[in-house]
């Protein structure tokens, strides 16, 4: 065997094969992998709220504190979120810029109320002394819902500058993978928050 024969063989065993990948595709799986972490973090705070949640330290129980009508209410305000989001997506669909970015309004303007309510819920349970500090159930409550609600606040800046982008650059391809993540997002911590009304809220009224 020749030694430019033995060359060529060496070369093409250490060449690097090339595989054409679909742009975007990386941006969706490091997408999905932060929502499988951000499962993780919900899924400790959940696990913490059942190991603390039954300890009042002689204070007031669930039942004392929560308003189901003013949880139902913000529970409507993120589930409405999620269908005119999902307008927002059909809009994008059909490459209506204008109207992607009247949907993402509406679906911020639920996304806020939400807040508010939840805000409001926080603010008045401070007031009457069942602050985080007051309880292991109270602080294990304010955690888990205080980090549902931080993301939501993020979500919503999110959606905002998505708004931004779609009336600078138009429904560019970057910006449809954008709304694509974003809308994997929202339907999550909606998802989330259907746990949270069941498992905290509904279940703690029955204890």
Not at 89 to 94: D, F, G
Not at 117 to 136: D, K, M, T, V, Y
Not at 169 to 192: E, Y
Request: aromatic share 14%; net charge negative; with cysteine.
């Amino acid at each position: 065997m020749s030694t430019a024969t033995t060359t060529e063989d060496q070369v093409r065993f250490f060449e690097i094969e090339e595989h054409e990948h679909p742009e975007g595709a990386s941006t969706a799986l490091g997408f999905w992998i932060y929502l499988m972490s951000d499962c993780l973090i919900f899924a400790m705070l959940f696990a913490a709220y059942a190991v603390l949640g039954g300890n009042y330290a002689a204070g007031p129980a669930p039942r004392d504190l929560f308003e189901l009508d003013l949880v139902a209410l913000n529970t409507a305000m993120l589930l409405f979120s999620s269908i005119t989001y999902g307008f927002a997506m059909l809009a994008m669909a059909r490459g209506k810029a204008l109207q992607t970015q009247l949907w993402l309004l509406v679906t911020a303007g639920f996304g806020a109320a939400f807040l508010w309510i939840e805000l409001h819920e926080f603010a008045h349970l401070i007031h009457i002394g069942a602050g985080p500090q007051r309880s292991a159930f109270l602080s294990a409550f304010f955690t888990l819902v205080g980090t549902h609600g931080l993301h939501v606040t993020f979500g919503l800046v999110w959606i905002l500058v998505m708004m931004v982008q779609v009336g600078l650059k138009g429904l560019v391809p970057a910006n449809r993978r954008r709304l694509t993540c974003l809308s994997l997002f929202w339907h999550f911590l909606d998802v989330i928050w259907i746990g949270v009304f069941t498992f905290v809220y509904l279940m703690g009224m029955l204890r």
